[in-house]
């Protein structure tokens, strides 16, 4: 029951339909489509615990569980449809420890957005786009469109004119609120050199809001014209690399890599940002040798921040986007043939000493609902034993 879903369309329905839910149930599905599309969910059956849907229940959120706008709560009745302001759509069903029925079922797809308008939220800068055909049917040419800063000029193309908005720079202005980053600018579309304007100014508001590992972007258009809203989420971007010593020089390319038994492996977590004020923390890392499955077949070396390996070690970072740690090749990689690691990572503001990064181990006996929860999940691998004359390739 629930998950991380990215299909552009499925099916949805509560544990064991059309037979009936087990009790104390709680599934939360995170439906991501492709970029500038939304997402429609649409209800063929409910049959739950009904009233005032205390007990039993459906939650539809418009983005991630933690930070978005609740759609609708429902338990019986109609069998509505919605659709997502971005493509992004959370549903959580939620069921108490009395009654149970047959539960619901859901079919969801994607549909394209407005296409007059679109933007990215990536890594290095925020990739804007507005189309000449849309800046034509309002009365303005290319040349009318300018950034909150007028010294960062867009590319023309024939159909469409694209800013490329650094995170620190251009005029940007960043914000911080609870646990959210926001990073907005303006492009404006003017009718200068007229005394007289005929046309009202077109505002477009950009902002790309980072909550620990989940960017929501949006853009929308001021002044009453014609209203335009773009949500887009994404994923920030971290990988993780071998080195071959500690001294962090130089990568380890082989794959699979072939180690010794007790010999000590190197890895360097590393986000990819253009904002310097981030910070990058190691929660979780697991061994397996299914790299689909880190549950059935699991070795902890490090879960929720709390050691469990005794050979695994921090080293200090010259920034704060790396994060660098070791530990032994452990008996677990002698009796399977290849091993893989799975780590969560948490991204947090710098110098927040609230925020998870900061807080080291947790002991949680259950999952914690809050934002902070929000992960990044990286598999690196596979490993193998070395065994007689195997060698490792050239590690530079």
């Known amino acids: 029951c629930g998950g991380s879903i990215s299909n552009s369309s499925g099916m949805l329905q509560s544990p064991f339909y059309p037979g009936s839910y087990p009790n104390n149930t709680d599934c939360v599905w995170e439906i991501q489509v492709e970029n500038n599309f939304r997402v429609m969910l649409t209800f063929r059956d409910i049959a739950m615990q009904s009233g005032r849907c205390q007990y039993d229940y459906i939650e539809v959120y418009d983005g991630p569980p933690h930070s978005s706008p609740l759609l609708g709560r429902l338990c019986s009745g109609s069998f509505p449809t919605y659709i997502s302001s971005s493509n992004m759509m959370t549903i959580r069903f939620h069921s108490d420890s009395r009654y149970t029925f047959r539960g619901f079922q859901a079919h969801y797809s994607s549909i394209p957005a407005d296409h007059n308008t679109t933007l990215l939220c990536l890594p290095d800068y925020m990739h ?237 006996s259950k999952r914690d609902t809050s934002s902070a929860e929000e992960k990044v999940n990286v598999v690196v691998g596979p490993l193998q034993l070395r065994e007689g004359g195997a060698q490792s390739r050239n590690t530079g």
């Not at 849309?134 to 469409?160: F, I, R, W």
């Not at 908005?165 to 940007?172: D, L, S, V, W």
């Not at 921090?314 to 990689?333: L, M």
Request: proline share 3%.
């Open 128 to 364: 804007a786009v507005v189309s000449r055909d849309y800046l034509q049917s309002q009365g303005y040419s290319a040349q009318m469109v300018t950034l909150n800063d007028d010294h960062c000029k867009p590319t023309v193309t024939p159909h469409e004119v694209i800013f490329n908005i650094p995170y620190n720079g251009c005029g940007t202005i960043r914000e911080e609120n609870d646990d959210t980053i926001n990073y907005s600018n303006m492009i404006k579309v003017t009718s200068s050199g007229y005394i007289i304007k005929r046309k009202k100014n077109i505002h477009l508001h950009i902002s790309c809001k980072m909550l620990q590992n989940t960017w929501m972007q949006i853009m929308y258009v001021a002044e009453d014209t014609v209203d335009v809203n773009e949500n887009q989420f994404g994923r920030y971007d971290i990988n993780i690399t071998f080195y071959d010593s500690s001294s962090f020089l130089w990568q380890v390319h082989d794959s699979p890599y072939y180690i010794d038994l007790n010999q000590n492996l190197y890895l360097q977590a590393y986000l990819h940002s253009s904002d310097p004020n981030l910070i990058v923390f190691v929660d979780t890392c697991v061994a397996s040798p299914d790299p689909h499955d880190f549950n059935t077949l699991a070795y902890d070396i490090i879960k929720n921040g709390c050691v469990r390996d005794s050979s695994y070690a921090t080293y200090y970072s010259p920034y704060s986007h790396f994060a660098r740690f070791k530990f032994n090749a452990f008996e677990f990689i002698s009796r399977h043939t290849l091993v893989y690691l799975q780590c969560e990572l948490v991204v947090c503001r710098l110098g927040d000493y609230s925020s998870r990064c900061y807080r080291g181990c947790i002991n949680r």
